[in-house]
Every structure is written in C-alpha cells, then in structure tokens.
C-alpha cells in the first residue's frame, strides 16, 4: 500500500482536467496528496485499494473542485472603508475623494491588515490564488499577510510617473521599486512577484515598454489597467494619435506574459492585436456594473475567450467589486453572457466554472501547477458543503447548481498545498473575532485622518 499525507473524499470530484474520467466528474472520488502535491485522483474504491493515508477528509455529501483564481483583486486601501464609497458619484470621485486620501491616512499596519482581510474573504469562498492588482506602500506587509493566510498568489508595487499625480516617481525609481519586490518574492514557495503598473494612461512610454522588458528578464508577467471606461482611448488618442492596445503593441509590450486589467473599451483591431500577441485579460463585471462602466454595450470578453483569447475573472476592489467570490462572479458572467446576446445557448454554467478555475489558472499563467485536480499539481483542493437549503434537492449536474443557486458561502473546506487554509468555514491561521476588533478600530481611524467622516 503506498501511504500519503491525505485523502480527500467527496461525493462528486469535478476535477476540471479534460484527461480525467467522465469529462471531469467522479462519482465517489477522492485525491491523494503527498507533501502538497497531488499524487492520485480517481474513484475512492480506488484509491483506498491502493492508498493509505495519515488522515482522511471529507465526506459523501461533499463536492471537490479545484481552488478558484481570482485574477485581479485590490488588497490595500478600500478594505478598511469597505462599502463606504457611494454608488452615485461621477466618475473620477471615488479615485479622488476617497482611495487617494485613504491610501495616504494608511500605516504598514493598514496595508498588512487590509490585505489579510481580503485574502481571509478569498479563502473562505473557495480562492487559492490571488492577482494582487498593486499596492501602493509595504508591499512586504502585503507578502506577510499572504504567508499568514496560507493562499498563493501574486504581489505587485504599483508604479507610475506621471508628473502632478500623487507618488509618482521617474521611470527608474519606479523600475527600481518593482526589481525589490521582485527580489521580495524570490523563490517564494506561495507568492511570485509581477511586475505592475497603474496603467490607463499614468505610465509613460518608456515606463511601460521597460516594465515589460523587465518582466521578460525576471520570467515572470506584467499587469495593468487598461479602458475600463472609454476614459483611456480618448486620452491615448488625445496623446498619441492610437487606441491604448494599438499604441502598446506598437510599443513592444504586447506578449504572452501580460495580463490586462479590463479591456472593456477595446475595438475590432485592438481585439485582434491582444488576441495575436497571446495576451490575456482579467474580466471584473460586478465592478462594472456598480460603477456603470457600460460593460453590457461595450465589453467583448465573451467574444474574445470564444476567439481563443484567455480570460480570467477577477473581483476587484472591495469598493467596485465589494465582494470577494468568484463563484459570484462566475454566476454574472454567465448571466451577462447570455443576456447581451439574447441567447441563452452562448454560455454555460461549465464555461463560467471553467473561466474560474483552469482558464484563470491558464490566463495568469499558472497552470502548470494550479487551476485543476490532476496528478502533479498543487493539492489546492476545495470542499463544498452541500447539506444547506440551496442544495436541496441535489441536482444531477452540481455545476449548474454550484454557479446559478450558490456561491462562495458554501465552501466548508480549503487546502492549500500541504496546509490546510479554512476548515468548517473558518480560516485556521487567523482569529477572526480579533480581526474584526483590529479592523474595527483601524477603520475608524482612518475615517478620521482620511476626512471621510
């Protein structure tokens, strides 16, 4: 009998690996994990035939699935003001009249318990690997709080050096603050260090078009936003005479290591040109539609992963996104597909789980190790807890059930590696009752020396 460290049982295993029986889905299956990897996947007759484990976990009634990618999410600043700003301010406001002085009012303190908030949120709805989307101070409080939670994912030190904005800094000051953050997450066993910037239009030519050439050298990607309102277009066109895409790959940023934040105003050519380039893009739609950016008569992501494209979902700020749960998301972006298109035929409940899972892994370039249940991965393993009212009676397709009648809140169980993150619903590293006085207490501060009060 061969012996490994765990044995995750569960009724349906949806392993999200095409080479897998049944399309994905084992009936009674289980994962073996030695050492944080998974060993062996199949059918827990099977397994347990075959297998010996120091512990078991799970049970009849549970579902597996692999852990979530969250490709774009803001873990400093917005947290400790959560739903704070309004829905009705005009754009520009929320950046000016509250990110920009919360930011300021922040402390290494704030940004280490901002974060950790936000990847707690993560990981108790099912999310293993987060996009950081830039911070703008301590990226190293950013990087303890994701070895805290026990999640993977990416950290990034935002830059941009356009004159008059608030910390900016000149292309080598700010090339010279990512190369620390890159040495930072050297060799990280959880966390890998992007290169990030602003974006939109705060990043100078040379800016962007050396921050990709870094990312090249350091193996690793670049991300920003781009156009997620019609804001970027008029403003590169203004200065450059290009849409923002065109003028980038003119540039020489375009590529496979590059994740855009957006793209929901981009035109045919601007489609074509992030297509042929192979870069991916990061689809936020709650964001949108709180802030109104028109993603239902302008966004093409649907289009674009049909092309071929890579996709991932992404959530946000917790001031656009609010949320932080990409079954949520996966659920809009179904809903939003079919209903653009006035076709209920163009997208499932399967496309968006897969947009959650191997796709997310596949845009951010992770898949490799993450993104399904397959023998070699990382063992970050999901266990959804089906005896609620929104599982009653069990669907024979638990996908359809899982995205258009649950979401986040029925994840039970979460396993990262070789460490288990969330058990019962609850993170295991963090005491969420002392979280919730420190955060209290720090968001009241802030309100205060912010001048949000």
Known sequence: MDRVDTIVRAGTVITMDGDSPAQGHIVDGAIAVRNGVIVDVGRAADINGRTVADRYL????????PGLINA????????????????????????????????AAHRPDDDELSATLSLVEAATNGITFTVEAGTVAHPERVLAAFERVGVGG??????????????????????????????????????????????????????????SELAIE???????????TSSDPEQYLARTGERPATHLDRLGVLGPHVLVAHGVYLDDDEVQLILDRESALAYCPWAYLRLGQGVTSAGRHVEFRARGGRVALGCDAENAGDAIDILATAALTAGLAKDVAVDPTVFTAHDALSMATIEGARACGVADTRGSLAVGKRADIVLLDTTGPEWVPRSPDPVLQMIWASDGRCVRDVIVGDRDVVRDGRPVAVDMDELAIE???????????????
């Open 58 to 65: 799970g049970t009849p009634d549970d579902i597996a699935i």
């Open 72 to 103: 774009h999410q803001h873990l400093t600043g917005d947290r400790l003001i959560r739903s704070m700003i309004p829905d009705d301010l005009a754009p520009g406001r929320a950046i000016f009249e509250w990110a920009v002085p919360t930011h």
């Open 154 to 211: 990416t950290l990034g030190s935002w830059g941009w050096d356009v004159a008059g904005e608030p910390w900016a800094g000149t292309v080598d000051e700010v090339l010279e603050r990512q190369r620390v953050m890159l040495a930072l997450t050297e060799h990280h066993p959880l966390v890998g260090g992007w290169v990030t910037l602003v974006g939109h239009d705060l990043m100078s030519d040379e800016l962007v078009a050396a921050a």
């Open 218 to 228: 350091h193996n690793t990607h670049l991300t920003f936003h781009l156009s997620p």
């Open 439 to 453: 955060a209290q207490a720090a968001h009241d501060r802030l309100v205060r020396d912010a001048g949000l009060g």
